[in-house]
């Protein structure tokens, strides 16, 4: 009888033994799995601090733009500037004059000042990449405007005009102003710079639609007004018959004006893209047919706004990539236009 009851007490034993056991082990794996959930988090948050650029140390902003006797790149350098002053920053303004060795040496130069931030008009679409990974590795958050580089990931923002979008505008109006008809010429802008393949893919889905509209000429004048005058002028004296030349910026296209009116030729119509008071002034007196507006005064001041935002508080809430929608300028609305800048009348 004792062994019998002792028989049973084992089996009660083993059996709150097993009990114990598996209750014991779902307890102590939710346990685990809590604990390894909260490291997993941890982590996490650890890596996205981590990621997030605090900038070099310094209350400077550093501005980087191609040549100010550009008027465009003199707005965005002047309305990032007067925005960084307005957010409490120092600033630094510099031009790279569209040339990526001296943009490298600029970028250095940003490191060893330990800027907090870089807004740059980059010299090329391959050529900036590193210079921005050089200042990301040195904790400095680049913002990209007007221009994109070839590698996402790099800089914070790259804010820039819908060149596609205001080039088509643009090449629809110049269409109309042709009657859809007559040969032309392009002045293509910078190889190097994205802008200007986007510019002159959106302007031919227009045009080539046509097939009264024929391309006798296309030439770079790498944004230049000078070289636009001189494309120009080569261009009517081997092509006499052109009604149309369309420019890849205004700089580009006032050089082309210019050309035209010295051979006495005010039947061409010419148009740009930027949106420049020179470009404008030609379209008021009727010696321009029009230009898509970049707002590049807008896109810098972005620019600066995102770059407080991001040192503030580790992010700008925004994607990388933001296109600004370009607006097209003829004579029906260019008196609102001044300084890069659209208002309505």
Not at 173 to 196: C, F
């Amino acid at each position: 009888m004792k062994k019998k009851m002792l028989s049973l007490v084992l089996v009660a034993a083993m059996a709150m033994t097993a009990l114990v056991g598996c209750g014991g082990g779902s307890k102590t794996e939710t346990k685990a799995e809590t604990k390894a959930e909260t490291a997993a988090e941890t982590t996490a948050e650890t890596e996205a601090a981590a990621e997030a650029l605090p900038g070099g140390g310094s209350n400077i902003i550093y501005i980087i733009t191609p040549s100010h006797s550009n008027p465009f790149f003199k707005t965005e350098a002047d309305t990032a500037a007067a925005k960084a002053k307005e957010l409490g920053y120092e600033t630094v303004v510099v031009s790279h004059d569209d040339d990526a060795t001296k943009q490298s040496e600029l970028f250095d130069a940003a490191i060893a000042d330990k800027a907090a931030a870089i807004i740059c008009d980059n010299a090329g679409a391959d050529a900036t990449v590193e210079a921005v990974q050089r200042a990301r590795d040195a904790g400095i958050p680049t913002f990209l405007i007007d221009r994109e580089i070839n590698a996402d990931g790099v800089a914070i923002s790259q804010i820039v005009a819908n060149n596609y979008q205001g080039a088509k505008a643009i090449a629809e109006a110049w269409v109309e102003a042709m009657g859809e008809e007559g040969k032309y010429a392009e002045l293509l802008g910078k190889e190097s710079d994205t802008n200007a393949g986007v510019r002159s893919s959106a302007f031919h889905e227009v045009i080539d639609q046509y097939d009264t509209l024929e391309m006798v000429a296309q030439q770079t004048a790498n944004w230049d007004q000078t070289e636009g005058y001189n494309k120009t002028e080569a261009i009517l004296q081997s092509n006499p018959e052109i009604t149309g030349i369309i420019c890849g910026n205004d700089t580009m296209a006032v050089g082309a004006v210019e050309a035209c009116k010295a051979a006495g030729r005010s039947d061409i119509k010419i148009i740009g893209v930027d949106g420049s008071d020179e470009a404008a002034a030609y379209i008021a007196a009727g010696e321009m047919t029009g230009t898509a507006l970049q707002q590049c005064a807008l896109i810098a001041e972005m620019a600066v706004e995102q770059a407080d935002a991001y040192l503030k508080n580790g992010t700008t809430g925004l994607d990388e990539k933001q296109l600004v929608d370009c607006l097209a300028i003829t004579a029906d609305n260019v008196a609102n236009l001044k300084t890069f800048v659209y208002t309505e009348k």
